[in-house]
Nanobody, 117 residues
Framework: QVQLVESGGGLVQAGGSLTLSCAAS????????MGWIRQAPGKEREFVAA????????TYAGSVKGRFTIRRDNAKNTVSLQMNSLEPEDTAVYYC??????????WGQGTQVTVSS
C-alpha cells in the first residue's frame, strides 16, 4: 500500500513560483510512474506531468511545458513539481498520483494552488 501526502501549495502572484512536494510511504515507490494532475473549479481533472521510475521518461501537458519541472527521488520516496511563471489559469487543486500499468492506483489528498492576477 502506498500513501501520498502533498505539501507546498499556497497563494502566489502571477509570474511567481511554487514547488509542490509529494511524500510517499511504502517500499514499492520506485515501481510506480509518479505524476501530478490538477482540477480547477468547475472543470475536469487535467494531466499536468508524469515521470517514470528512472526519471528518463518525463511527460508534460502542453499548457505547462517549459514552466513546470517534475522530479523524483527514489531514495527519499518523494516527487516534486517546480512551477515557474505561474498564471491565473494554473489555479487548481493539485493531486499527486502513483500509476502502474496504466492504472492510477494511489492519490494524495490534494493541495490548493491559487495564482492571483
Amino acid at each position: 500500500q502506498v500513501q501520498l501526502v502533498e505539501s507546498g501549495g499556497g497563494l502566489v502572484q502571477a509570474g511567481g513560483s511554487l514547488t509542490l512536494s509529494c511524500a510517499a510511504s511504502g517500499r514499492t515507490f520506485s515501481s510506480y510512474v509518479m505524476g501530478w494532475i490538477r482540477q480547477a473549479p468547475g472543470k475536469e481533472r487535467e494531466f499536468v506531468a508524469a515521470i517514470d521510475w528512472s526519471g528518463s521518461s518525463i511527460t508534460y501537458a502542453g499548457s505547462v511545458k517549459g514552466r513546470f519541472t517534475i522530479r523524483r527521488d527514489n531514495a527519499k520516496n518523494t516527487v516534486s513539481l517546480q512551477m515557474n511563471s505561474l498564471e491565473p489559469e494554473d489555479t487548481a487543486v493539485y493531486y499527486c498520483n502513483a500509476r502502474r500499468g496504466g492504472v492510477y492506483e494511489h492519490w494524495g489528498q490534494g493541495t490548493q494552488v491559487t495564482v492571483s492576477s
